[in-house]
């Protein structure tokens, strides 16, 4: 991390788990946790859309920031079972992820879909975590960088300068995501680095450094000092350790230091 340019940024994917009681619960914990009322870092919980005004609710007067899983690019009409940005830019949601590997894995998100998906929710005035990664086979292949140089720069078409600032970067290697494995943190660093100098290619380098990139592959207590520790990673898109509130707080208490 280099906090002398930008922002860390602790989010946590909860993905789809928690009812409301659950919700609520875990998050009374991490209110009462020292460690994340004293963050020096950004701390999010993005949860599921029925979790939503829970999430608000709660977080009230704290700095735990609510964002969404998702939304969708236009603004209304007949698009069963979706959210629009101005849906959750109503509630009060600030974040919002785009472009998950499980939605592009699971749900037929495509580089376009998740630029359209960007740039309604930057339109609509929410802060958006964008996802880039490679599979293991692209990964073995050697094209790790040629994936991850397209997805970003298809996903920041059309996304002014200015709108970056909104913008943080997770790298999610898909082959790391709920496998157990990680990405070294020399390989997380390399990546997150490139895909800083990509951004630096289609914007400019203080804009580059001023963007925030998180790693997003099985962070969890163990290595979270290491991975931290590289001057590219910016923070942490947490999966299964954000559903635990003493794994959570670990992670903040690193993304701190």
């Known amino acids: 991390m280099n906090k002398n340019l930008r ?12 009812n409301r009681a659950e919700a609520a619960e875990l998050i009374n914990e991490l209110k009462q946790s020292e460690i994340i009322k004293n963050a020096d870092c ?68 495509t580089d376009l ?17 964008l996802c880039v990664g490679e599979t293991l086979e692209q990964r073995d292949d050697g094209i790790t960088e040629e994936i991850v140089a397209m997805q970003t720069k298809i996903a920041l078409k059309g996304v ?12 999610e290697p898909v082959w790391a995501i709920g496998t157990g494995r990680t990405a070294t943190s020399q390989q997380a660093a390399e990546v997150c680095g490139f895909i800083r100098s ?15 990139i998180q790693y997003g592959g099985s962070m969890k207590p163990a290595n979270a000092d290491e991975l931290l520790s590289r001057e590219d990673i910016d923070g942490g898109l947490i999966g299964g350790a954000s559903l635990k509130a003493a794994d959570f707080e670990a992670l903040v208490r690193s993304a701190s230091k």
Request: overall charge neutral; aromatic content about 8%.
């Open 7 to 18: 922002k860390a940024i602790l989010a946590g994917n909860w993905k789809m788990n928690k």
């Open 42 to 109: 950004e701390v999010i919980i993005c949860v599921p859309f029925t979790n939503l005004e829970t999430a608000l609710e709660l977080t009230q007067g704290t700095n735990i920031k609510v964002g969404a899983q998702n939304c969708h690019f236009e603004k209304s009409g007949a698009f069963t079972g979706e959210i629009s940005a101005d849906m959750l830019t109503e509630m009060g949601v600030e974040y919002v992820i785009i472009g998950h590997s499980e939605r592009r894995q699971y749900f037929g998100e």
């Open 113 to 129: 879909t998740v630029n359209k998906r960007t740039l309604a929710a930057l339109n609509a005035g929410i802060k958006v975590i």
């Open 160 to 171: 002014t300068e200015e709108q970056l600032k909104d913008v943080i970067i997770a790298y």
């Open 198 to 212: 990509t951004v630096k290619s289609l914007y400019t380098k203080q804009a580059a450094d001023g963007v925030t």
